[in-house]
């Protein structure tokens, strides 16, 4: 039915979305790596539980 394909979208959507920003994370971290300390770097590390987290129900807040 419409109503199930639409389901099944959204959740292929939100889990490639999980992904990119998986390796978006990896990525920025990985370039970073060379580099001494930056706020980039630790703002990176910072993100680490929020992005691999499996739940879906964490709630960010960048203004902390």
Do not use: C
């Not at 490639?16 to 998986?22: E, P, V």
């Not at 920025?28 to 060379?34: D, I, M, N, T, V």
């Not at 993100?47 to 129900?57: E, L, M, P, T, W």
């Amino acid at each position: 039915s419409p109503i199930k394909a639409t389901k099944i979208g959204r959740e292929l959507n939100e889990q490639q979305s999980h992904l990119t920003a998986k390796m978006q994370l990896f990525l920025e971290l990985f370039a970073l790596r060379g580099e001494p300390v930056s706020y980039r770097f630790v703002e990176g590390l910072n993100k680490i539980k929020i992005v691999f987290n499996k739940r879906k129900s964490i709630k960010t807040n960048d203004n902390q």
